[in-house]
């Protein structure tokens, strides 16, 4: 069972280990969008970068071709690979995402602990995917540690505000919690990073014209 993290901040975790981030668009977007708040970026592969030994930082999204707004986000991937992510992505169909990204997320993922160059510590894992519990299982008997950065609650993703308080709405991020080492709430990574001020400049959608991309 992962440890509770309630009290932990995230860059306190297996400090000095070698790592690898793969981080799911459609968790960060949505997050800044449905909750506003920004998420940097920026700040956050300086941060991995002054307490780590970062082999990796990958960024996973679909984009609709067909969107009128695309290519501000071409410009916005753009930057990020500037900044040092390796991004992947797929086309989306009626901007619906495609499940193709999480099948490439997740190959990645066995391919760099097959190779072991380098040899991974941790693997951090930033998704609200229910459908990764099982792999993130599998990679924590393999030897290798996870840190999973979700959403304590479902809700915050969600279009239905009513959706009750109770175990309903707890059962996905549970399921992600339950098999990782440890996990982080993503608003509460973004509260950190925004503390860090590691950097004026923030990469973020909000830097650009917005663009809808799942």
Not at 147 to 164: D, F, Q
Request: aromatic share 12%; hydrophobic share 40%; with cysteine.
């Amino acid at each position: 069972m992962s440890k509770l993290t309630n009290y932990t901040k995230f860059l306190d975790i297996y400090k000095g280990t070698n790592i690898a981030i793969f981080i799911d668009s459609d968790l960060t977007y949505k997050a800044s969008q449905r909750l506003r708040v920004k998420f940097l970026y920026k700040e956050f592969l300086l941060a991995l970068r002054q307490q780590y030994r970062v082999s990796g930082v990958y960024y996973y999204s679909a984009i609709n071709s067909n969107d009128r707004n695309s290519d501000n986000f071409t410009s916005f991937l753009q930057t990020l690979a500037y900044q040092g992510y390796l991004v992947r992505t797929r086309d989306a169909i009626d901007n619906i995402k495609s499940r193709r990204i999480d099948l490439e997320m997740l190959t990645d993922i066995m391919v760099r602990i097959h190779n072991h160059n380098p040899q991974l510590d941790v693997i951090w894992v930033m998704t609200h995917n229910p459908d990764f519990d099982y792999p993130i299982r599998i990679i924590r008997e393999m030897g290798v540690c996870v840190v999973t950065i979700g959403l304590s609650r479902i809700e915050e993703l969600t279009e239905n505000k009513s959706i009750s308080s109770t175990s309903t709405d707890l059962v996905i991020p549970n399921r992600l919690r339950i098999q990782s080492d440890f996990f982080f709430d993503i608003i509460d990574v973004f509260k950190e990073l925004d503390a860090l001020e590691l950097g004026k400049e923030r990469l973020t959608l909000d830097n650009i014209k917005t663009t809808k991309f799942v």
